[in-house]
Structure formats: structure tokens, C-alpha cells
């Protein structure tokens, strides 16, 4: 795979900031990060061309979450089960749309968090096409996220 010249990259970045303003709110100076509408979603774009949909939880979050009120302190295998089927929860109304718009699932597990994304390589020298895109993911995310 090739590198993508450093100045297509910013000039994309620059020209989707300039079109999606809620993309700087929460962006790195590398990174495009933007919110979805259905929470627990993101969506991500960098220098490598690759844009990535995620869903994720921190593990300490969850262990608060499933511990409450209860005595027992979960194990980090069985944190990590439980975090998986919220997961598959969570994907499992976006991941026929996903996989059929040639995105490739990939879950992530640290010790701090659980994750899957949905990645799908893109052209970074057509930004517009690639705002049709991102609008595209908004959209699906903003009907899905208020239908169930």
C-alpha cells in the first residue's frame, strides 16, 4: 500500500472540517472523530485512508455498571464476556448495512476496553466523495438510532 502525500490528507481535513463542523469539536490534530447519532458510536478518519465506524466500552465503566448493588466483584474474563454480548447489542442493527457497504469487522480487547469496528478503506484525494460518505453513516445512524 502507498503513502498518501501528507498535503492530500490535510487538504481533505481541512475541507471536512470546513463542511461538517461537528467534526472539530472532538478531533485530534491527526485524527477526524465524529459523534454518531446512536450512542456509543464513532466514526474515524486519518492520515491512513482507513475509515473506521466503532462501538466500544471501557471495561471499569461496565464493571461499575454490571457490579452495582451487588456484592460480587466481576472477573476480568467474565467483565470482558459480559462487555462482548453489550457489543453485539449494540452492532447487531448496523452490521448487515455495514458489512454489505465493504466495511470488515474487527473487535479489539485491551485491559482498559472492548471494541469493534467496522473499517472500510477510502480515497482521501476525493473529498467530496468521502463527505458523501461520512453523511451517508450519519444518516443510517441517525434513522437506525430512533427506529429500535
Known amino acids: 500500500m502507498s503513502t498518501m502525500p501528507t498535503d492530500v490528507w490535510h487538504n481533505t481535513r481541512a475541507y471536512l472540517l470546513s463542511q461538517i463542523p461537528e467534526l472539530a469539536r472532538d478531533s485530534s490534530d491527526h485524527d477526524l472523530l465524529l459523534r454518531l447519532d446512536d450512542e456509543d458510536w ?7 485512508g482507513i475509515l473506521r465506524c ?4 471501557e ?20 467483565l470482558a464476556k459480559q462487555v462482548k454480548f453489550y457489543l453485539q447489542q449494540a452492532t447487531a442493527k448496523y452490521r448487515p448495512w455495514l458489512l454489505q457497504h465493504g466495511c470488515e469487522e474487527r473487535v479489539e480487547m485491551t485491559g482498559d476496553y ?3 469496528s467496522f473499517e472500510k478503506p477510502v480515497e482521501l ?3 467530496k466523495k468521502l463527505l458523501d460518505l461520512i453523511r451517508s453513516y450519519q444518516a443510517r445512524f441517525r434513522s437506525s438510532g430512533t427506529s429500535g
Open 54 to 57: 466503532q462501538a466500544g466500552y
Open 42 to 48: 464513532i466514526l474515524e478518519l486519518g492520515p491512513d
Open 125 to 127: 484525494n476525493d473529498p
Open 59 to 78: 471495561l471499569e465503566d461496565m464493571r461499575s455498571i454490571l457490579s452495582d448493588g451487588t456484592a460480587e466483584d466481576l472477573g476480568n474474563d467474565e
Open 114 to 116: 472492548v471494541a469493534v
